[in-house]
């Protein structure tokens, strides 16, 4: 079955993308934006302690590491946003996209303690 038909048969209408490309960028920012505040917020953290210790620190360079992997997956996905009818999300890619965002609170918890 061809992507443009849906399950029941009919074929669908011509997108007229309107401005949910444009919301959905947005959405994109907003929430790359509140992953690189998460990221600063945790790297203050080891700024304000006298003697960092190397937990402390390794969950700082994660931190950054699963920042960076978020950030290229959310570029990737708003440059694929510039397409006629843009591909749907792989599995792949909303798994990592997850999987960065659990890490994100896992290492801010280990960060705090």
Do not use: K, N, Y
């Not at 080891?46 to 992997?69: E, N, T, Y």
């Amino acid at each position: 079955m061809s992507r443009d038909q849906p399950p029941h048969g009919r074929p669908c209408p011509d997108r007229d993308p309107g401005l949910q490309p444009e919301r959905t960028r947005l959405a994109w920012r907003r929430t790359t934006l509140s992953c690189t505040v998460v990221a600063i917020l945790a790297g203050r953290q080891v700024v304000q302690h006298r003697d960092p210790g190397p937990v402390v620190i390794v969950a700082i360079a994660l931190v950054l590491l699963v920042w960076i992997a978020f950030v290229a997956a959310a570029h990737v996905r708003m440059r694929a946003m510039c397409a006629g009818r843009p591909p749907a999300l792989s599995a792949r890619t909303a798994l990592a996209l997850v999987a960065c965002t659990c890490a994100l609170a896992v290492l801010g918890a280990a960060i705090l303690v």
